[in-house]
């Protein structure tokens, strides 16, 4: 079991027998194994449950333990506490936790913005920013990620389907002569010139 892999390692077996031996060594594994378990792939609340699990055993060892194993125990127990208190951090703060996350990412449920315009208008502001190539250059591998960014940016969940649609009902419009499919641009075009001319 994930939660349990710092309950397996040498280094903890040893100190919970008692067992000096070679345990600088087992002491200098231990110390990347554990950083290595708090940045690793699973998801923060196995990490967190398996840190807490450990920190609370080897506190519990440290109760009757001397000499070096002490000493190594103080040690490790300290390092875990950091990097638990790391986790703690980055959760609260709604900190993206590259792969300690679920998904990659911790979502803020508590956003303040609020769509209210026209879906299709917003799908129009992506294609422009899409066609500008503000963002790498333009390259399309990037493109799927800047949906997905402006509909989060603007409070909005991205569903591939809903976008393809609303796009589609753009490129169907029969604009009157010398007009474009592009209402929502071309009058907010309008809008930005007369603001920076006044």
């Known amino acids: 079991m994930e ?29 990347a194994t554990i950083v290595e378990y708090a940045h690793g792939n699973s998801q923060w609340r196995v990490i967190h449950t398996g840190l807490s699990i450990f920190i609370s055993e080897v506190a519990e060892i440290l109760g009757y333990a001397n000499g070096l194993l002490s000493r190594y125990a103080k040690r490790i127990l300290e390092i875990a506490k950091c990097l638990l208190n790391q986790i703690e951090m980055a959760v609260s703060a709604k900190i993206a936790l590259d792969t300690v996350a679920e998904n990659n990412k911790v979502t803020d449920t508590t956003s303040d913005v609020t769509f209210t315009g026209n879906y299709a208008d917003f799908c129009e502001l992506i294609h422009l920013i899409i066609a500008c190539k ?14 997905k960014g402006l509909h989060a940016l603007f409070g909005l969940d991205f569903d591939p389907k809903k976008y393809q649609n609303a796009r589609d009902g753009i490129k169907r419009r029969c604009p009157a002569k010398g007009s474009r499919v592009t209402y929502f641009l071309d009058n907010m075009v309008d809008v930005v010139n007369a603001e920076l001319a006044a």
Do not use: C, P, V, W
């Open 3 to 31: 939660i349990l892999t710092l309950l397996n390692s040498q280094f903890f077996h040893q100190l919970e027998e008692g067992d000096e031996s070679n345990i600088k060594a087992l002491y200098a594994d231990m110390r």
């Open 134 to 147: 503000f963002i790498n250059g333009g390259n399309k591998a990037y493109q799927l990620h800047i949906k």
